[in-house]
């Protein structure tokens, strides 16, 4: 099994274990169909996004994948770089879960952004992902508050 860093020549690996498993987490029926914006622009983002991918390859199959969005604020006292990243779309298909994959993904990935200058690392865990977080280190906080446009 080779766990590493995605490229922009992966684009079609990404896209595919993203819809994947977006359909998994969100119990979606497999034969789903995503909108052509929704593809369009997960697309995009892959390739132009500032961010980190991270693939569990076996067999020249994605069994996973995990990814970093950076984002950059005005700076805080807290935060004096005012770079901060946000962990999403940890996955590993059911059948390779419980070995250590996740983890390793999220090693790798919270090595790059501490590297790259985050002060804080930010996710938003399912029941089934907390002890993995937990165990990485990840508190729950008790801030935020979210304006959505509709």
């Given at each position: 099994m080779e766990i590493r860093i995605a490229t922009k020549d992966d684009i079609e690996l990404m896209m595919d274990n993203r819809l994947e498993m977006l359909k998994v987490v969100n119990d979606l029926p497999a034969d789903y169909q995503y909108s052509d914006e929704f593809v369009k622009e997960s697309r995009e983002y892959f390739l132009d996004g500032d961010q980190?991918?991270?693939?569990?390859?076996?067999?020249?199959?994605?069994?996973?994948?995990?990814?970093?969005?950076y984002m950059l604020i005005m700076p805080t006292f807290s935060h004096p770089t005012g770079k901060r990243a946000h962990l999403m779309?940890?996955?590993?298909?059911?059948?390779?879960?419980?070995?250590?994959?996740?983890?390793?993904?999220?090693?790798?990935?919270?090595?790059?952004?501490?590297?790259?200058?985050?002060?804080?690392?930010?996710?938003?865990?399912?029941?089934?992902?907390?002890?993995?977080y937990e165990s990485l280190g990840f508190?729950?906080?008790?801030?935020?508050?979210?304006?959505?446009?509709s």
């Open positions: 980190t991918t991270v693939l569990a390859i076996e067999g020249g199959e994605v069994i996973g994948c995990a990814s970093m969005s779309n940890v996955y590993t298909r059911s059948t390779y879960r419980r070995q250590g994959i996740a983890r390793k993904m999220c090693e790798m990935l919270i090595d790059d952004a501490w590297n790259r200058g985050a002060t804080e690392i930010s996710l938003d865990a399912t029941t089934m992902g907390r002890p993995l508190t729950a906080s008790s801030e935020g508050m979210v304006l959505t446009r």
